[in-house]
Every structure is written in C-alpha cells, then in structure tokens.
C-alpha cells in the first residue's frame, strides 16, 4: 500500500534528541494536519543519505521523507561572495542536537526507522550505504 | 540569556490561506527585539515574507502556505556577537539566546532550538517549519531543526537555501566541501551508493536517472564531466541556462556525483531553484493545495429583456470565465425573462468550450474563491437586464455567492458588471 495519493490528515509530531548516533525520543502529540506526500518508495539498501520511513506490519514501507540536516555532522557557512562559493561546509565539534518529523498517524503505521549513512565520531557521514539507526514501534516501544 | 528574558506577546497569523490542518505553515518567530521594537519585527518579517513569494515556485504555490508571526519581546536587542570571532562582545540578554560564531563560525547565527520548538508546537501545533529572525544586521544565518536568519539584506537567501533542505529533503548541489580552493582531500571521486535525496545522482543513463522526465533527447549525458577530480571543474555550462542534463560535481564532491542544472539555489545563494528542485517544492506543497473541481452559476432573470447576442462572463477567483451553454444558438444564456437557467463549469460542465472555462485547468485553489471578487459582466454594455437573483456556489463548497442588491438592472443602476457577496 502507498499513502501518497490518500489523503492523511492524522499525523504524529515526533522530536528527538541526539547525540552522536544515540537518538532519543523527547516527545510525541498528534494533531489533525495533512502531510507532504511521500517519497518515492524505494527500498533502502544501498542508498545513502538521512530519511525516516514508516513500515506497515508486513514490513512494507508505506511512508519516507528525506531529512537531510536532521543530524548535523558539519554546518553551512556562508561568505559575503554573492556568486561563487557563496557557502562552504564546516565540521561541527559535537554531534548533537534536536530535531522533529511528521509522520502519519493511521492504523497501518507500525514501525518507524531512520537511516543515516555512517557517522564516525566526530566527522562528516561518512559516503557509504545507509544503515538503520533507530527503529521505534509506533504502538509507543523504542525498540533500539 | 533564556526565557526570562522576555515575553511571547502573542501570535497573529500573517499569510492566511485557511485551516493549519490543511496548509503548510511557517512559523516566525523574533529574537533580540524589544518591546518597543516589535514594529519593526513586524517590518523585517513582512520584508521576508516578499522575498519568499518572489522566489520561484513559492509564488506559485501561495495558496498552499500560511506564516504565523509569533511576537516575542526580550530585555535586550541584538544578539550575542563573541570576540572569539572577530565579534563586538556583545551579549544582550534574549529569549531564544541567538548567537553569532556559533561552532566558532562567525556568521553561523544559532538559538536554542529546543525552546524554539516548544513556543511554535504551543501556539502552532501543525507546524511544518520554524524561522527565528534575529534582531541584527550582521550577515549571518543557519540551518537544521529551526532555520535562523538575521535582518542583513542577503540573509533572506540563507533561510531560503535552508528551507529546501528541511522542508523539501533536497541536499546541497555544490560541489566542494570546505572550498574549491582550500585543498580538499576526501572530496575527489564519489564511489559510493545513489543518493536517497532527490536532486543529487550519480546516474547518467538518460533511461534510468531519476529525473529524466525533465532531460531533453538533445541534452548530452554526462552534461558535463570533470577532467580533474582533484579539483573543482572550472569549465562554465555548455549549454543554455535552465538546461536540465547531469553536471558532474555535486554534494561535496568533485566528480561521481551530478546536479541536475548548472546552478541552483542549492549550490549557491542567489540563482533560482533548478528544475527539479522546483518540482520537488511543488510535489511537497500539493496535498496543501484545494482544488475547486466545479463551479455552478444560476440566474433568474426579471421582465425586462437582453439581446441574446450580448455575451456574459462570470469572474471568479480572478479569472472570466464564458457564460454560454453548450449547443446554445443564443451568446447569452440568461436573455430569456423570467428564466432561471444554471451554468456548471468544471465537473459535470454544460458551457461552451470547456476546457479552456474549467477551474481545475489552470489550477485554481480554494482560498482563490474569497480572494477576488465575483461578478457578472455583460459585453457589450446593455441598458436592459433584470436580474432577480444569482448565485455562485464551488465544489468543494467555500462561499455561497449572491448579488447583493436582488431585482438589479445591469446598465441602470450598477453599471456593466454586477458584484456577488
């Protein structure tokens, strides 16, 4: 099943802290709000970069967004230089912060994931494959 | 430097275009303004609020965005301004604690994002993006969780450039990490896997990248290919501007990696969004938008008759739309007296050239129905029309539409054109 031509208008506020590559749910609420629709709903191996995606008890993805600067390894800085290099990246000293999603909020939502490329310690996402970095069943169980 | 150092005045919503639940909505909030400097917060946050509908798409997408203006007041004006970058010292006292040299990066204006959610979830629970505007003419700004931008004239592109990353998951298309001249290492070749975002690929197949609806057959694949990965390549775009292809060096990387356009806002401040990333914006805001599928006109007329030659408009949601019935001999369909006759147009249409007298062709929104006027106008201008009654009613419903003065005569009393209210 795909949700990206229904029509939401349940959906989940979810903010979490982290830390390096701990993430820690800080709070929930849920509200009427239509969301964007989904992201091509491709499988996650062997892709990089940071996205959530929403499971349905078969294991199916139903729901995925792009997060690009959720977790922030490194930061944009910007110069006076309008046209060219008008923004470089910086490493940030600590990997930490917080940030929040909407997922939806239906029946056939079981699982929530976020994948990130590798983070070492410290440095940038590394440019390899994504991995699972928290998992969370939606019934309310942080499973990782 | 927290919450005690200020107030939320209060939250007035500033770019209307209905119900939260069903819009995407930016939330603004002030920092370093005092009380007495809340006018011009108002000021700075209708100067963005210009410069986010000038750029392309958001003007094309309006109706889909409501912004809410948050008043806070803090003790002090300006933000934190360290030595350790170069800065004046300054350390005002403010409600969300903005601050310049945030990671010791001297234009990385930074708040507490933590508190900065928690004042938008209270009084916007179906926020979709947070800005926080800061008191000072520093050039500065930052990205993540809660955009930042400071008053200076150029950070309103900061905030923009942040904005597609946030809300629209797309991902930078420059092609450098730290610089093109900084002597990058790590940055030559990407080997690895296809990006997840949207707007970065290292797939050149015109059959298979993922973009390839907008590549034209003439466009070469690669567009472009850099010769020296150990640098950025510094050939200009050999084709014209707003060419879609793959041009090699995106996302940090020299070579492997490809943007879709030579510029866009994603690789630099100042150019336009490319055209996927234009897409991209226009597939996330398309569940906020409300389509009018139809709308139905019925008039009834009086005693006093009007050449059926004489042709109608009805004009709704700022465009005319042609009054005629399908198959009618007669220009006019409302010329017969004492007649009621209904037109439909959109869904279940019965007028003349449909197609083109449709509201779903072009789009149009449901908050376009009460942000224009609605009227009848006659061409050409008549002296003899009785009109006892008119209305205008959408699917999905806004208004109910009636002329306001029933039993009017077009050309006596109100001119050529008869408003609905």
Known sequence: ?144 | MTTVDGNIIGTDIVINHGLPSRRWNLVVLGDGYRTSELIKYRYDVQNFIDKLKDTKPFDEVWNAINIYRIDVSSTDSGADDPVACGGTGATPATYFDATFCGAGIQRLLIVNNTTAMQVASDRVPEWDMILVLVNSTVYGGSGGAVATSSTHPSASEIVIHEIGHTAFGLVDEYEYYAGCGSGEVGHDVYTGPEPFEPNVTINTDRNTNKWRHLILPTTPMPTTSNANCSQCDPQPSPVPQGTVGTFEGAQYFHCGKFRPEFNCKMRALGPPFCAVCREVIHNTFSPFLIPISQIKLTVTTGNRDIDGDNRVFLGFGGREFRCRLSNDSDANPFHLQNNTVTLTFGTSSNVEDSAINDPRNPFMDVSDATNFPVCIRVQPKCNSWDIISATVETIPQTSIFSIKYPKIVVGDDSGEKVELV
């Open chain 1, 1 to 144: 099943m795909s949700l990206k031509d229904s029509n939401i208008t349940k959906a989940r506020r979810l903010t979490f802290q982290y830390k390096d590559t701990n993430i820690k749910l800080i709070s929930q609420y849920t509200i009427d709000k239509v969301l964007p629709p989904t992201s091509p709903l491709i499988k996650s191996e062997n892709k990089s970069g940071v996205w959530y995606e929403i499971t349905d008890a078969q294991q199916n993805i139903i729901y995925n967004r792009g997060i690009p600067n959720a977790i922030q390894t490194d930061v944009e800085v910007f110069s006076n230089e309008p046209e060219e290099e008008s923004i470089i990246r910086q490493n940030v000293p600590q990997i930490e912060g917080t940030f929040s999603i909407l997922i939806p909020d239906i029946p056939e939502a079981k699982s929530l994931s976020i994948f990130s490329n590798p983070i070492k310690k410290g440095k940038k996402l590394l440019q390899k494959s994504a991995t699972k970095i928290f998992e969370m069943n939606l019934n309310g169980d942080n499973i990782q």
